[in-house]
């Protein structure tokens, strides 16, 4: 146990060995069952084999695919084997795939959906397997993470055009687990938690980490069941969940049925929203389908490692407005107002949010300039600290967000730098500039509109040159990051310094 009692990965591995004592399941998917007593054992069988294979190299391990039962083997694996990994969905494309592997240049490369990649360190999911599957002994903790080093990488939208990485060390994963125990705190007898996330996106660390560390069931949906009402339904009836932790995209998709209620969740005992705007509305909604559960909005940026504050969110909450609050700060967080000259401002008046803590990670991966930017040290705590970008203010103790200070948008849940989808754009044939702006419904982003400049006429019908630029744009982004209306302009309206005028563009929306 490390100083002042703090849960430390050590704790946190050591959990994991003590569950597979039981006859626990550790997770459940469609059909498929693992057990504690599996994840362990084909954690130590990936860890040392690991250890054989690349012997001292201690880079990370990219993991390719979605939500297969073989991944947390190999993330539990990778640190006990001492070294980080990087989970990469399968949402991603090829080519950014490539881009990560690049820069990454990552030990070894899982790849459970064949995704193709000629490169000597690639492990096909047959070959994982086979290693998984071996015997193996319990991996002494001399060899696993140790807590300043990378415990995952997760790469988000960036604005350049390639995703950047967010490297998070076992301490901050640490650190988190700490501030976001009261706000879970499940003592539930059999506890089942929802893994809707792909594990590229930090939110999975909830049930990945507070779940199986608490011995919980993790309910996985994967993407195709996200996206059919009727097997989503069926798949919420039969989970048991008792603690619910996702964007307030999934609930605002099962709210419009009837059936989302008390009936279909009999054993939900709260409700956590974060990663984007919880609006009155479903707050409202909520609180009328579910008066008996707790119901939470919590946020964070990775950076920062998933969670920082929260809001038990009640009806007289919602009375004192003017929004939602995103809560306190979790208790060994410091959280502050700053103005633009970096000054602290009182209560009450809006400006970038702040962060310090043992959360904040050590940085982007090969990014010093932007990490020169972003993160810095607290002088009040002494602390590593980090600028959101998130325009808020502070009433009653309370953090409110309003909104961003650059072009980061939250697309039902996903990250996306608007740039980001901009310069990869103009990388395809014939666009000569390209403006990307977030369609709003209920003042939250629901999809994007791209206004592109041709370098020549195409010929094509609008119609059709949306296919095609969209398909094309999808060689290159994530689909959740394709603007769903591409529109050509003859010029584009600039502003008093040249730049694209996005408030007239906005006008065309
Ligand atoms: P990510 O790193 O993908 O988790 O995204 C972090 C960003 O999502 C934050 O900087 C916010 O802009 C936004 N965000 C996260 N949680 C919330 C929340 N509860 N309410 C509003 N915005 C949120």
Redo the contacts with the bound molecule.
């Keep these: 146990m490390s100083a002042g009692g703090r849960e430390s990965i050590m704790q946190f591995l050591e959990k994991l060995a003590a569950w597979a004592q039981t006859d626990r399941t550790a997770i459940v998917y469609g059909e498929e069952r693992l057990r504690y007593a599996e994840l362990e054992a084909r954690s130590n069988a990936f860890a040392h084999w690991l250890l054989r294979t690349l012997g001292d190299d201690r880079s990370p391990v990219l993991l390719y695919g979605h939500k297969e039962l073989a991944l947390p083997a190999c993330m539990f694996g990778a640190l006990k084997a001492g070294r980080g990994y990087v989970p990469v969905d399968t949402s991603f494309p090829p080519e950014r795939v490539r881009q990560i592997v690049e820069e990454l240049r990552p030990a070894l490369i899982v790849d459970l959906c064949g995704l193709g990649l000629e490169d000597g360190r690639v492990l096909s999911a047959g070959e994982l397997e086979e290693i998984l599957h071996a015997d193996s002994e319990p991996v002494p903790p001399s060899f696993w993470i140790r807590p300043e080093q990378a415990a995952y990488i997760l790469f988000?939208s960036g604005s350049t055009g390639r995703a950047k990485g967010v490297q998070v060390s076992a301490g901050n994963i640490a650190a988190f687990l700490e501030g976001v125990a009261p706000w879970f705190d499940s003592e539930t007898e059999n506890g089942v938690i929802l893994n809707e996330i792909s594990y590229s996106?930090?939110v999975s660390v909830c049930a990945l980490y507070y779940g199986l560390g608490h011995g919980m069931l993790l309910y996985t949906l994967d993407r195709q069941t996200l996206s059919d009402p009727k097997r989503l339904f069926e798949a919420l009836a039969a989970s048991g969940v008792t603690l619910w932790v996702s964007t307030p995209s999934l609930a605002e998709l099962c709210v419009p049925s009837e059936r989302f209620s008390r009936a279909l969740l009999p054993r939900v005992e709260r409700f956590v929203f974060?990663?984007?705007?919880?609006t009155e509305k479903l707050s409202r909604q909520m609180l009328e389908r579910f008066p008996d559960v707790q119901l939470i909005?919590?946020?964070?940026?990775?950076e920062a490692t998933v969670l920082v504050t929260a809001a038990r969110v009640t009806e007289e909450l919602l009375a004192e407005g003017p929004s939602v609050p995103?809560g306190a700060p979790f208790s060994p967080v410091r959280a502050w107002i700053a103005g633009p000259e970096g000054e602290e401002l009182p209560e009450g008046e809006e400006g970038e949010l702040l962060l310090a803590g043992d959360c904040v990670s050590p940085g982007y991966l090969f990014r010093p300039e932007l990490n020169a930017r972003a993160f810095f040290t607290d002088p009040v705590s002494g602390k590593r600290g980090y600028r959101?970008?998130?325009l808020c203010f502070i009433k009653n103790g309370l953090v409110y967000?309003c909104g961003?200070l650059d072009g980061?948008v939250?697309l039902n849940g996903f990250?996306v730098e608007l740039e980001d989808v901009e310069n990869n754009l103009v990388k395809l044939p014939n666009i000569a500039r390209a403006a990307v702006l977030p369609v709003l419904t209920d003042g939250k982003p629901s999809s994007l509109t791209a206004f592109v400049l041709l370098e020549a006429p195409d010929g094509l019908s609008s119609l059709k040159r949306t296919q095609r630029l969209r398909a094309a744009l999808g060689e290159l982004v994530p689909s959740y990051m394709i603007p769903r209306r591409i529109v050509a302009v003859d010029a584009f309206p600039l502003n008093t310094n040249g730049k694209i005028d996005k408030k007239a563009l906005a006008a065309l929306l």
């Design positions: 988000t996106f930090d974060c990663g984007e705007v919880l909005n919590a946020y964070g940026p990775t995103i959101t970008g998130d967000y961003r980061q939250k990250r």
